[in-house]
C-alpha cells in the first residue's frame, strides 16, 4: 500500500467513514479523466488547467479539414495513450471486483485502463480509443491499422513527444495544411475513433446496460469525475433517489456534491486501495 501520510488527518477519517457506508455493499464504480492522471493522462477540467473543449461531432463530420485537423492531432498524440500504464486506483478498482467488491465499473475514460489492470466488468460509456469505426458502413478497424495508414500517407510527420496532449489523445498542435487522411477501406466512407465525441449521444442500449448494473448495485462509488457532463451526473442522480450510499473521491468540486453521503478530496491512487482492501 502507498504511503498515505500526504492524505491528512481529515481525509483519512473520511475514507474511514466512507468504508464503513460501503461494507458489506456491491459497489457500482463511476471513473472519469481524474483517475488516469496518474498515468500521465491529463484531466480536461483538474485543477490548475485551463478548461478546454475538444472537437465536437457536428464539426468533425462537417468538413474534411476538420477531419484532417483532428487525424493530424490524433497521430501525434495517440502514442501518449498507448502507452500508459495503469495506476495504482486502477489497480485497486480491478482488485476490489476479484474480492466482490465492485461488481461493475462505468468509465467516462476512453483509454482502456482498467481493462489493462486487470477490471472484467468494464462499461467504457464512452467508447475506446484503440478502435475506428467507419461511419457509413460501420467496419471497424484497430487503431494501430489507423496509425500505419496516417504513416504511410504522411511518412514526413514526426511526433513530437513535447507537445501538451489531452485526455482524447489529441496533441495541441496546429496541423500541417497537406497532411492526408486514409478512406474506409470497405466503402471509402469517414472514419472516426470510435469514441462519443461531444455533442454527440451515447448509444442508448450502452446507458440502459450501464443503469441496469447501477440499479442491480447497494452503492455508487464515484472517482475522478466533476460530473460536469450529464452522462455521468444522470448515474448519481439515480442512485440519490435509490436511497443507494455515494462516495466521491474527487479532488475539487464536483456536481454530485450535494448528493454524496461521502466526499474524499483527495487523489484516486492514494485513496481506493485503502477504501476497499483491508
Same mark, same amino acid.
Request: hydrophobic content about 40%; proline content about 4%.
Given at each position: 500500500?502507498?504511503? =498515505?501520510? &500526504?492524505?491528512?488527518?481529515?481525509? =483519512?477519517?473520511? *475514507?474511514?467513514?466512507?468504508?464503513?457506508? #460501503?461494507?458489506?455493499?456491491?459497489?457500482?464504480?463511476?471513473?472519469?479523466?481524474?483517475?488516469?492522471?496518474?498515468? %500521465?493522462?491529463?484531466?480536461?477540467?483538474?485543477?490548475?488547467?485551463?478548461?478546454?473543449?475538444?472537437? +465536437?461531432?457536428?464539426?468533425?463530420?462537417?468538413?474534411?479539414? !476538420?477531419?484532417?485537423?483532428?487525424?493530424?492531432?490524433?497521430?501525434?498524440?495517440?502514442?501518449?495513450?498507448?502507452?500508459?500504464?495503469?495506476?495504482?486506483?486502477?489497480?485497486? #478498482?480491478?482488485?476490489?471486483? $476479484?474480492?466482490?467488491?465492485?461488481?461493475?465499473? *462505468?468509465?467516462?475514460?476512453?483509454? !482502456?485502463?482498467?481493462? !489493462?489492470?486487470?477490471?472484467?466488468?468494464?462499461?467504457?460509456?464512452?467508447?475506446?480509443?484503440? +478502435?475506428? $469505426?467507419?461511419? /457509413?458502413?460501420?467496419? &471497424?478497424? @484497430?487503431?494501430?491499422?489507423?496509425?500505419? #495508414? =496516417?504513416?504511410?500517407?504522411?511518412?514526413?510527420?514526426?511526433?513530437?513527444?513535447?507537445?501538451?496532449?489531452?485526455?482524447?489523445?489529441?496533441?495541441? #498542435?496546429?496541423?500541417?495544411?497537406?497532411?492526408?487522411?486514409?478512406?474506409?477501406?470497405?466503402?471509402?466512407? *469517414?472514419? /472516426?475513433?470510435?469514441?462519443?465525441?461531444?455533442?454527440?449521444?451515447?448509444?442508448?442500449? $450502452?446507458?440502459?446496460?450501464?443503469?441496469?448494473?447501477?440499479?442491480?448495485?447497494?452503492?455508487?462509488?464515484?472517482?475522478?469525475?466533476?460530473?460536469?457532463?450529464?452522462? %455521468?451526473?444522470?448515474?448519481?442522480?439515480?442512485?440519490?433517489?435509490?436511497? /443507494?450510499?455515494?462516495?466521491?473521491?474527487? *479532488?475539487?468540486?464536483?456536481?454530485?456534491?450535494?448528493?454524496? @453521503?461521502?466526499?474524499?478530496?483527495?487523489? +484516486?491512487? =492514494?485513496?481506493?486501495?485503502?477504501?476497499?482492501?483491508?
Amino acid at each position: 500500500m502507498e504511503n =498515505l501520510e &500526504p492524505l491528512g488527518a481529515a481525509v =483519512l477519517y473520511s *475514507i474511514d467513514y466512507a468504508r464503513e457506508k #460501503l461494507a458489506g455493499k456491491s459497489v457500482v464504480a463511476l471513473t472519469g479523466a481524474g483517475i488516469s492522471t496518474d498515468s %500521465g493522462i491529463p484531466d480536461y477540467r483538474g485543477q490548475g488547467r485551463v478548461a478546454r473543449h475538444p472537437m +465536437t461531432f457536428d464539426t468533425f463530420m462537417g468538413s474534411e479539414s !476538420a477531419q484532417v485537423r483532428y487525424w493530424a492531432r490524433s497521430y501525434v498524440g495517440w502514442s501518449r495513450i498507448a502507452e500508459a500504464k495503469p495506476n495504482g486506483g486502477h489497480f485497486a #478498482l480491478a482488485a476490489a471486483e $476479484r474480492l466482490g467488491q465492485v461488481q461493475h465499473v *462505468i468509465t467516462q475514460n476512453v483509454d !482502456a485502463l482498467h481493462q !489493462a489492470a486487470g477490471s472484467k466488468n468494464v462499461i467504457d460509456l464512452h467508447g475506446r480509443l484503440d +478502435t475506428v $469505426r467507419c461511419m /457509413k458502413c460501420g467496419a &471497424p478497424m @484497430t487503431r494501430v491499422h489507423m496509425d500505419e #495508414l =496516417l504513416q504511410q500517407l504522411n511518412p514526413d510527420i514526426e511526433k513530437d513527444a513535447n507537445h501538451e496532449f489531452s485526455p482524447d489523445g489529441d496533441a495541441e #498542435l496546429e496541423a500541417a495544411a497537406d497532411f492526408r487522411i486514409p478512406a474506409c477501406p470497405v466503402c471509402g466512407g *469517414i472514419l /472516426k475513433p470510435d469514441v462519443v465525441f461531444f455533442g454527440e449521444s451515447v448509444p442508448q442500449s $450502452r446507458v440502459e446496460f450501464a443503469m441496469s448494473r447501477l440499479d442491480e448495485a447497494d452503492a455508487l462509488l464515484v472517482a475522478g469525475t466533476s460530473l460536469t457532463v450529464n452522462s %455521468g451526473l444522470r448515474f448519481a442522480r439515480r442512485a440519490a433517489r435509490a436511497g /443507494k450510499p455515494i462516495v466521491i473521491v474527487n *479532488i475539487g468540486e464536483t456536481k454530485g456534491d450535494e448528493l454524496a @453521503t461521502a466526499k474524499i478530496e483527495a487523489n +484516486t491512487s =492514494l485513496v481506493l486501495e485503502r477504501l476497499f482492501i483491508d
